[in-house]
Each structure stands twice: as structure tokens, then as C-alpha cells.
């Protein structure tokens, strides 16, 4: 069982930026693919980021590109999510998830790739 916590979440006014995190423990993290999803007040989840294995691999929801960068430190079985120039239409509830793949290359951008998840971190920009 891989147990995900996210951490970083918060108030910011619009324009300002955030780090999330996605730490586990007690497993190697560098056997999992790992997506960032979040889920605006009222709505569905929506896919906002993923990143392969190894980290060589990146792919971005069209409404934060240029914005968001993920990344991570397998040393530190942790994956960041930065976000910059937050917009109001960013406020939501962010919850990592993570797969064991034996694809060094592979994301996912479907919730349904992905077989454990955090309990999510509230951000909420205001205008």
C-alpha cells in the first residue's frame, strides 16, 4: 500500500505562486508514474499535470501550461507541483496520485490510470 500526502496548499492572492508536495514513505517512489488532479468547489475532478518515472517525461492540462511545472526529487520520494501566476479559476482541492509502472517513459492523464491517492490540499486564490 503506498500512502500519498500532499502539503504545501493554502491562501495566495491571484498572481502569487504555491508549492505543492507529494510525499510517501516506506516505498520507491522512482517505480511510480505521478499525476496532479484538482477539483474545483461544486465541480468534477480535472487532470492538471503528470510526470513520468524517471521525470523525464511532463504533460500539462491546457489551462495551466506555462504556468505550473512539475518535477521530482526520487531521492526524496517527493513530487512538487509549483504554480505560478495563480488565477482565481485555480482555487481547489489538489490530490496527487501514483501508479507502479515498469515504463520509465509512461503518465497518465485519466484519473482511472492511477491506483493510490493523497487526501488532497485546499488552494484558494483570491481576486
Known amino acids: 500500500q503506498v500512502q500519498l500526502v500532499e502539503s504545501g496548499g493554502g491562501l495566495v492572492q491571484a498572481g502569487g505562486s504555491l508549492r505543492l508536495s507529494c510525499a510517501t514513505s516506506?516505498?520507491?517512489?522512482?517505480?511510480?508514474?505521478v499525476g496532479w488532479f484538482r477539483q474545483p468547489p461544486g465541480k468534477e475532478r480535472d487532470f492538471v499535470a503528470a510526470i513520468s518515472r524517471s521525470g523525464g517525461n511532463k504533460y500539462y492540462a491546457d489551462s495551466v501550461k506555462g504556468r505550473f511545472t512539475i518535477s521530482r526529487d526520487n531521492a526524496k520520494n517527493t513530487v512538487y507541483l509549483q504554480m505560478n501566476i495563480l488565477k482565481p479559476e485555480d482555487t481547489a482541492v489538489y490530490s496527487c496520485?501514483?501508479?507502479?509502472?515498469?515504463?520509465?517513459?509512461?503518465?497518465?492523464?485519466?484519473?482511472?490510470?492511477?491506483?493510490?491517492w493523497g487526501q488532497g490540499t485546499q488552494v484558494t486564490v483570491s481576486s
Open positions: 496520485a501514483a501508479v507502479e509502472t515498469m515504463s520509465t517513459g509512461a503518465f497518465y492523464t485519466s484519473s482511472h490510470g492511477y491506483d493510490y
Open positions: 516506506g516505498r520507491t517512489f522512482s517505480s511510480y508514474a
